[in-house]
């Protein structure tokens, strides 16, 4: 038989897929699983982006241009111009989604054996990607206890070697929910200054920010210009995951041009994507407060919940919709494989993603999960009940 490549093998399952075969027997057990595990908003897209798809009539579905349709880019920077992000139209690219952003920046910026240094827990598909290149990330371990802030850059300074290319950051963050402070991002400026890193930053959820905190984007950080690569995406922004737009933006022209060679070799971003996407720009601004106050509630929903639940603790989280809350489990994988494969209440279970898979530091997380709180109050009173309930029963199971 031929043989797989390293890195095929390498390659990380997702922590937030994984359990998915234990959820689909769940289901076919007749049980309802509560899909805590993944950060599928059940929050309508806009009409604006409805109408595009139902008024569609084209008599070809051509290929767009590689960066995307300049009336697409043109639009989009007004956008950005709302949050201060000053960008032209030249300075976006538009990608396969936030994922393929992550994928040609890496691969534009680092060789195999390169390093990156990645705050943890992170967004677990960093890793895939960075395998993808052939590159390393080294985590720095943000703590529950200090709700998941930012870790003393002396601790990033030790990491730092002739391999170092680059800081990933995602603010507001997934999974943890944090935003990172004026002061916490002028740190990162100075690292990066200093050691002339890339600063790639996600920050797919600024539209999600419940404290009235300042969001600082990596692109209001002055003289740090030519070294960001921010990370953009309409999934979560619309509740368009399924169009698969993403956009990649930096000011270096190096850079732009490098990513460009990528995008030329996929040939184009989907065209229908754009075409929503570029409408989704004009949503009636109803549609933002409406979503944005059905997250907040559901927030302080499922917070209160979790910290009412004896053993368990959140942090309240500030942005994004996700917590990483801990459990009162020797093991959230085992725990989490459990309640599908093994436990119900009332013909119910829950799907919560494993923590340990967003961090790369082995042994963290061991009994932390990632909750999104993607489900309507409802659903979630019941996945509360659900995991209160499990937990009870888990740990009166006899342990071997
Ligand atoms: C932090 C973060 N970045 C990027 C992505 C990728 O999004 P997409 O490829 O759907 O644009 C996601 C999706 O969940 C995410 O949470």
Request: proline fraction near 6%; glycine fraction near 6%.
């Given at each position: 038989?031929?043989?797989?490549?390293?890195?095929?093998?390498?390659?990380?399952?997702?922590?937030?897929?994984?359990?998915?075969?234990?959820?689909?027997?769940?289901?076919?057990?007749?049980?309802?699983?509560?899909?805590?595990?993944?950060?599928?908003?059940?929050?309508a897209?806009?009409?604006?982006?409805?109408?595009?798809?139902r008024?569609?009539?084209?008599?070809?579905?051509?290929?767009?241009p590689?960066?995307?349709?300049?009336?697409?880019?043109?639009?989009?920077?007004?956008?950005?111009?709302?949050?201060?992000?000053?960008?032209?139209?030249?300075?976006?690219?538009?990608?396969?989604?936030?994922?393929?952003?992550?994928?040609?920046?890496?691969?534009?910026?680092?060789?195999?054996?390169?390093?990156?240094?990645?705050?943890?827990?992170?967004?677990?598909?960093?890793?895939?990607?960075?395998?993808?290149a052939?590159?390393?990330?080294?985590?720095?371990?943000?703590?529950?206890?200090?709700?998941?802030?930012?870790?003393?850059?002396?601790?990033?300074?030790?990491?730092?070697?002739?391999?170092?290319?680059?800081?990933?950051?995602?603010?507001?963050?997934n999974?943890?929910?944090?935003?990172?402070?004026?002061?916490?991002?002028?740190?990162?400026?100075?690292?990066?200054?200093?050691?002339?890193?890339?600063?790639?930053s996600?920050?797919?959820?600024?539209?999600?920010?419940?404290?009235?905190?300042?969001?600082?984007?990596?692109?209001?950080l002055?003289?740090?210009?030519?070294?960001?690569?921010?990370?953009?995406?309409?999934?979560?922004?619309?509740?368009?995951?399924?169009?698969?737009?993403?956009?990649?933006?930096?000011?270096?022209?190096?850079?732009?041009?490098?990513?460009?060679?990528?995008?030329?070799?996929?040939?184009?971003?989907?065209?229908?994507?754009?075409?929503?996407?570029?409408?989704?720009?004009?949503?009636?601004?109803?549609?933002?407060?409406?979503?944005?106050?059905?997250?907040?509630?559901?927030?302080?929903?499922?917070?209160?919940?979790?910290?009412?639940?004896?053993?368990?603790?959140?942090?309240?989280?500030?942005?994004?919709?996700?917590?990483?809350?801990?459990?009162?489990?020797?093991?959230?994988?085992?725990?989490?494989?459990?309640?599908?494969?093994?436990?119900?209440?009332?013909?119910?279970?829950?799907?919560?993603?494993?923590a340990?898979?967003?961090?790369?530091?082995?042994?963290?997380?061991?009994?932390?999960?990632?909750?999104?709180?993607?489900?309507?109050?409802?659903?979630?009173?019941?996945?509360?009940?659900?995991?209160?309930?499990?937990l009870?029963?888990?740990?009166?199971?006899?342990?071997?």
């Open positions: 038989m031929p043989v797989i490549s390293e890195r095929g093998i390498e390659m990380p399952n997702s922590p937030i897929r994984k359990l998915a075969p234990l959820s689909d027997s769940a289901k076919a057990r007749g049980l309802k699983v509560y899909h805590l595990n993944i950060g599928q908003p059940d929050i897209t806009p009409e604006a982006g409805l109408d595009a798809i008024n569609l009539d084209r008599k070809i579905l051509e290929y767009s590689s960066d995307g349709y300049r009336s697409y880019r043109e639009k989009l920077v007004g956008y950005y111009a709302k949050y201060n992000i000053n960008v032209s139209a030249d300075d976006i690219i538009i990608t396969t989604g936030g994922s393929e952003a992550v994928l040609f920046a890496f691969l534009a910026c680092l060789d195999p054996g390169d390093e990156i240094i990645v705050p943890e827990p992170a967004y677990a598909n960093y890793m895939a990607f960075a395998v993808s052939g590159a390393v990330i080294r985590g720095v371990s943000s703590t529950i206890e200090e709700g998941f802030s930012l870790p003393s850059i002396d601790k990033f300074e030790e990491l730092i070697n002739e391999r170092t290319k680059g800081i990933m950051i995602c603010n507001p963050n999974p943890t929910g944090y935003l990172y402070t004026r002061a916490e991002m002028n740190q990162i400026k100075s690292l990066v200054q200093k050691h002339d890193l890339f600063l790639f996600d920050e797919v959820y600024r539209e999600f920010i419940y404290t009235g905190s300042p969001y600082i984007s990596a692109c209001h002055v003289g740090i210009e030519d070294n960001v690569v921010l990370i953009d995406s309409v999934s979560k922004r619309y509740s368009e995951c399924g169009i698969r737009i993403g956009a990649l933006i930096t000011k270096n022209k190096e850079l732009r041009n490098t990513v460009m060679k990528f995008c030329q070799a996929r040939l184009s971003p989907p065209l229908i994507g754009q075409i929503i996407a570029e409408a989704s720009l004009d949503a009636d601004p109803d549609y933002f407060r409406d979503t944005y106050d059905e997250y907040v509630e559901r927030r302080k929903f499922l917070i209160d919940g979790l910290n009412r639940i004896p053993g368990v603790y959140s942090p309240i989280p500030m942005g994004a919709f996700y917590t990483v809350a801990r459990l009162p489990v020797d093991d959230a994988d085992k725990f989490c494989a459990w309640c599908l494969s093994d436990f119900e209440y009332d013909g119910q279970t829950i799907f919560m993603a494993p340990s898979g967003f961090y790369t530091t082995a042994g963290l997380g061991k009994d932390e999960v990632r909750i999104a709180y993607v489900l309507n109050k409802e659903d979630l009173g019941n996945a509360l009940i659900v995991l209160e309930k499990a009870e029963t888990y740990n009166s199971l006899p342990r071997k």
